[in-house]
């Protein structure tokens, strides 16, 4: 794609491109070995630090904490993408009574950060007396705000397709219930389908938001073992930053796998064509692809 | 009810400060290291290419508090010099939110239709032409309101900084809680936290749409 941008290089472009490669190359590995080196320096690799990695024990806990994060991240996905599934249906509504306040409460969702979200649910309730164990405040948490953020890319799959659809629908007598099981959502999860999975990398990520509320899961047994014995902070940071990245890494190679297979769908081809940005945002950032056509549905969102 | 608010004007302030240094710095750093990273993606440098990919596939693929765990937690590790964790922090969210800024750039310039760049060397313009006055300035136009996403992100994850003892909104729960004389119950401090990120995210909204319909591409 970006290949045009530039010519075949000639022999000059070549001697430039090389020494750029070259620099780059020792720029990167400069920074690299600075670090070794302060590691080394300051005794990183030295075996008390990574001692603690020896027990089964430990490898035993950091499962349970596995268990923990991927428990939090299942309830939360699929709870997510039930409420999302509603929200999507509710703003979708011919009736405003029932599409305002959805809109309102979407949007609402998506401007807390989850944080604030997952503390609120955490140390605020008790406050009204209810207490709430930290498993449900991160899962409560992140199904509300993936479950709003899903929402909007399910809106903006059923908008992407073209009006003749549903005008088909009911033209062969279905009801609007069935026009939107039965010739909607089908092609509108179908072409979202690898933005809703890069949705669940987010969610994943999140689920490390609950170790600041005391939810035991990978990173908070991170810390818990960086104050064992011989302080290994950096080692656990490692191996527990370790496992995220796999888990995470696998889910996007899935959304990655669906999305090139959506792109050469010859089904989805012309749907995807324009198909615009659909916003979607991470607690971080999102992956708005900057497409053709982008903001084309950004006008009836407050943006993201 | 507003207690709560002036009777910890103080806190407050220092609070929604923090955040905003936290916002801007991460901003400027993830601006500045995301269009080089951006730059290197698209570059004909092959290495370039493949470190910048690399980059982004790491960093995008973990999650904010490990990067805030490395960088505040271990980072002192290392026996260098002393840094604040607020600066910590600052480091931290920008080089996490660089890799989103890099990929909008990139997903701009990739939006520029390829007879663009094809013309403009066909008319004969060197590569930092066909790029200066041809692609970027296109480019530019359709990075803007995914840009403003990616920074609304920005201001919704500087929050994530309450857990690693650096003092803003977030974080008023424990620093009003943990002194007694002050008002305020968790609740209120939170629900107050959350009132306020809405107001600036819709703020930023708002912004984003004026930008978008001024810069609507015609095309």
């Known amino acids: 794609m970006t290949s045009v941008l530039y010519d075949v290089p000639g022999p000059r472009a070549v001697l430039r491109n090389r020494i750029l490669g070259v620099a780059t190359v020792l720029v990167v590995l400069g920074a690299i070995a600075f670090i070794v080196y302060r590691f080394a320096e300051s005794g990183q690799f030295s075996p008390s630090k990574w001692y603690i990695f020896t027990f089964s024990a430990v490898w035993e806990q950091i499962l349970e904490a596995l268990g923990n994060t991927l428990a939090a991240f299942a309830l939360a996905a699929i709870l997510s993408l039930v409420l999302g599934f509603a929200l999507a249906i509710g703003r979708l509504s011919e009736h405003a009574w029932v599409r305002v306040p959805v809109t309102a409460v979407t949007e609402l969702f998506r401007a807390v950060p989850v944080l604030v979200l997952m503390m609120l649910l955490y140390y605020g309730l008790p406050v009204i007396g209810i207490k709430m164990e930290p498993y449900w405040a991160v899962v409560i948490a992140l199904m509300a705000y993936n479950g709003s953020v899903l929402a909007e890319v399910f809106r903006a799959g059923v908008e992407s397709l073209p009006r003749g659809q549903k005008e ?111 916003m979607h945002e991470g607690t971080d950032t999102e992956i708005i692809a900057a497409q053709r056509g982008a903001g084309k549905f950004d006008g009836t969102s407050t943006g993201a | 009810m507003f207690d709560v608010i002036f009777g910890n004007l103080d806190l407050w302030g220092e609070a929604i400060a923090n955040t905003l240094l936290v916002f801007f710095g991460g901003a400027i750093i993830a601006l500045v290291l995301g269009v080089v990273v951006g730059a290197m993606r698209v570059s004909s440098v092959p290495i370039a290419r493949a470190v910048g990919t690399v980059y982004v596939g790491l960093v995008r693929n973990t999650p904010l508090t490990l990067v805030f765990f490395f960088f505040v937690f271990g980072y002192p590790q290392l026996g260098l010099p002393k840094l604040d964790n607020l600066v910590l922090g600052i480091l931290a969210i920008g080089i996490y939110t660089a890799t989103y800024v890099a990929e909008v750039i990139r997903a701009g310039i990739n939006t520029v239709p390829v007879g663009q760049a094809e013309a403009a060397r066909a008319i004969g313009l060197p590569f930092g032409q066909v790029m200066t006055l041809v692609v970027l300035p296109q480019a530019f136009r359709s990075v803007v309101p995914p840009m403003m996403s990616v920074f609304i992100a920005l201001l919704k994850n500087t929050t994530v900084a309450a857990g690693f003892a650096i003092g803003e909104l977030a974080a008023l729960r424990a620093t009003i809680y943990d002194s007694h004389e002050r008002p305020g119950n968790p609740m209120e401090v939170l629900l107050w936290v959350a009132v306020v990120f809405v107001v600036l995210v819709l703020l930023m909204s708002w912004l984003q749409n004026r930008l978008e319909n001024r810069w609507r591409i015609a095309r």
């Open chain 1, 168 to 278: 088909a629908g009911y033209a062969i007598g279905l009801r609007k219930n069935g026009v939107m099981r039965l010739i909607l959502l089908p092609q509108a999860i179908r072409a979202m389908l690898p933005v809703i999975v890069a949705q669940l990398v987010v969610t994943m990520k999140d689920t490390a938001l609950g170790f600041i509320i005391t939810y035991p899961e990978l990173l908070y047994y991170a810390k818990l073992l960086s104050s064992q014995q011989g302080r290994p902070i950096l080692q656990s940071a490692f191996v527990i930053g370790g496992i995220y990245v796999v888990m995470c890494l696998i889910l996007s190679g899935v959304a990655k796998y669906l999305e090139i297979r959506t792109r050469h769908s010859p089904k989805l081809k012309a749907l995807a064509a324009d198909n615009a940005a659909v």
